[in-house]
Structures are given as structure tokens and as C-alpha cells.
């Protein structure tokens, strides 16, 4: 079974920075896709960035320019460099992976990790 565990979450002031990584238990074995998403209380779930096996990305508007996914196939991890954060980005954020289709920021990913927490005060 497919792990994903995210860490690197935090509270931090308004334009500051985060690197969050998730760190998959088996990342040769599936790594069709994988992306980030956050949900705020209240809101859906919204896609923030997503990198396929080729290294091609996407983002979602309101991160482009700030955000910035990567990954290391060496170390089975997935990263989401966040500079210049804003109140509105505090969410919980989840990385997910699927090993059959290419959702890209649709969140109809086939695992999830649990989520880190960025709060980002003004």
C-alpha cells in the first residue's frame, strides 16, 4: 500500500516562505502523477501544483509566480517551495498520487497523504 506523508508545515507572517516535502514509501513503484492541494475550513478542496513523471507542471493561478513543485526521484519525495505567502494561502495542505491517470489539479487523486497545516498571519 502507498504511503504519503507530508511534513514542513508551520505558522509563519504574511511573505514569508515554506518548503513543504511528502515523502512516498514506494515512489518508483507508482509515480504517475503527484500533486498538492489545500482545503481551508470551509471551503473544497482546491489543486495548488501538480508535476507528472516527466517533470512537466502545472499551478493554479493564484500560486504562479510564488510556488514552486519539484521532486527527487532519489529520495522518493515530492516538494511545494511556497515564497511570498499570503493570509489567504492558510490551509491544510495534502500531497496525492495516482498510478493510473493524470488528474492534474482535479483533486480525484488515488492516494493522500494526512495534510501539514501552514497558517499565515498578516
Known amino acids: 500500500q502507498l504511503q504519503l506523508v507530508e511534513s514542513g508545515g508551520g505558522s509563519v507572517q504574511s511573505g514569508g516562505s515554506l518548503r513543504l516535502s511528502c515523502a512516498a514509501s514506494t515512489y518508483s513503484y507508482c509515480r504517475h502523477q503527484m500533486g498538492w492541494f489545500r482545503q481551508a475550513p470551509g471551503k473544497e478542496r482546491e489543486g495548488v501544483a501538480a508535476?507528472?513523471?516527466?517533470?512537466?507542471?502545472r499551478y493554479a493561478d493564484f500560486v504562479k509566480g510564488r510556488f514552486t513543485i519539484s521532486q527527487d526521484n532519489a529520495k522518493n519525495t515530492l516538494y511545494l517551495q511556497m515564497n511570498g505567502l499570503k493570509p489567504e494561502d492558510t490551509a491544510m495542505y495534502y500531497c496525492?498520487?495516482?498510478?493510473?491517470?493524470?488528474?492534474?489539479?482535479?483533486?480525484?487523486?488515488?492516494?493522500w497523504g494526512q495534510g501539514t497545516q501552514v497558517t499565515v498571519s498578516s
Open positions: 496525492a498520487t495516482d498510478c493510473r491517470m493524470q488528474w492534474w489539479l482535479i483533486p480525484r487523486y488515488q492516494y
Open positions: 508535476i507528472d513523471y516527466d517533470s512537466n507542471t
